[in-house]
């Protein structure tokens, strides 16, 4: 079975994950990105490390935004090669790295950010536990994740929204997905679980959201009812 690394260095895998994101509309642009940019706020002058940076697009964006650096990880060889032509100018840099290897310098970083990557974790608290020391006395952690309520059981793929099925959702523990033609190992954990996860790893949790969609970014009354029926991500922020 394969990680979330090596998953995405698929090649019909990566292409299929790109097109999907390209979508006028897609989940990830319509939900998942105006809520992390509000949670986070101005990146003015911060240190900011990336979990699972992807293309580097977004490190781009945060460059251009003030962030005094950006310090992007991710597994996947592909999308490393990406965020490095990606992230030519400015104080960038880019590692080919898992997150469960990642050794980090105490107190460097200002921002922890990850976007979409941690529900392909383990050990979360040991993951996190490393990037609270990596992180400035008041540093925070802004991250998304696959919503629980998704992640729970396979049952579902392909189905309807309103056959929807919840199951096994307090069984924490490895999922294995076909996604994009291949099939990956997910990490499922309620709600209640990652919480716990984000206080154990030293953080005090200051925000919790469910991608609740917002009218406004939606060009039709038709998709945004379609959005409104399951919620897609989670996000949650934590402060050392
Ligand atoms: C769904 S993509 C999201 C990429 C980017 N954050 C974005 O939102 O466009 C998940 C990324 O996490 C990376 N990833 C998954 N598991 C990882 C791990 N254990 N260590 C480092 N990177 C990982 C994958 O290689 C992939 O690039």
Known sequence: MRDGGSFFDQPDVFD???????RQESANSVLEQPIIESLIGS???????????GDGQYGKQLLA???????????????????KKNLTEGNA???????????LPAGKFDLAVSRLALHYVDDLVHVLTK????????????????????TS???????????????DYFVAGARDVLWFGDRVRKYHRSIEDYFLAVQQAGFQVDMLRESKPDRA????????GRRMRIPLFLL????K
């Open 236 to 239: 949650m922020t934590g402060r």
């Open 131 to 150: 990037v609270c020391r990596s992180l400035a006395s008041g540093g925070r952690l802004v991250f998304s994740v696959e919503h629980p309520l998704l």
């Open 43 to 53: 990146v003015d002058q911060l240190a900011v490390l990336d979990l699972g940076c």
């Open 217 to 224: 970014q939606f060009s039709s009354e038709a998709e945004y």
């Open 93 to 103: 840099h880019v590692v080919h790295q898992a997150f469960e290897e990642m050794e």
């Open 65 to 83: 935004q003030g962030a005094a650096s950006y310090y992007g990880i991710d597994a996947s060889m592909r999308m490393v090669s990406l965020a």
């Open 153 to 167: 059981c396979q049952e579902s793929q392909g189905t309807k929204p309103g056959s929807w099925v919840v199951d």
């Open 16 to 22: 299929a994950y790109w097109r999907a994101r390209s």
